[in-house]
């Protein structure tokens, strides 16, 4: 009905609003040099040690200096890793309270500053290919949706086009 559709529009607008207040906020808070630094997780993930796929480019649009960290977990003693398809919550739950030991290995990399003629997707990519490179890990140009959405056919003719050219 017309009235649902107004309410959503009304909280589109507000989720648009926060965001920007947020992000103003955020930039606020870099700007006074007699604050903490904030800390914030952008969303990349990895996939089972092996690879870093997208993060998202909002935390690179505030500006400020990034401090990346890679942090990569060692398997021998226990897998951290949460294969959602395979194990239920409880299950990993209970392997990772009852494995003998959760090991990672965490190296704080050198600060990043956006680059002038660099936007925020580029900046991202370039931190996560420092953080993907000292880890020993691979980069995927895509986010952690793939595995709960079937990939879309536009990104599937893409990727057989460029299959094409190389053949």
Not at 141 to 156: A, N
């Amino acid at each position: 009905t017309l009235d649902q559709i107004k309410i959503r529009r009304s909280s589109v607008k507000n989720e648009a609003y926060s965001a920007i207040f947020s992000l103003h906020r955020i930039r606020e808070h870099i700007a006074d040099k007699a604050k903490l630094p904030i800390l914030i997780f952008p969303e990349g993930t990895c996939i089972n040690n092996t690879s870093v796929m997208m993060f998202k480019k909002g935390s690179f649009e505030v500006g400020g200096t990034i401090h990346p960290v890679a942090i990569k977990y060692d398997p021998r003693f226990g897998d951290a890793f949460w294969n959602s398809t395979k194990y239920s919550v409880l299950t990993y739950s209970f392997n990772v309270l009852t494995s003998w030991a959760i090991v990672c290995n965490v190296w704080y990399l050198p600060p990043m500053v956006k680059e002038e003629e660099e936007d925020a997707v580029h900046f991202a990519n370039r931190v996560k290919a420092v953080i993907a490179a000292q880890g020993g890990m691979s980069v995927l140009p895509w986010d952690g949706g793939l595995k709960r959405k079937k990939v879309k056919e536009s990104f599937k003719e893409e990727q057989q086009k460029k299959y094409c050219q190389l053949v």
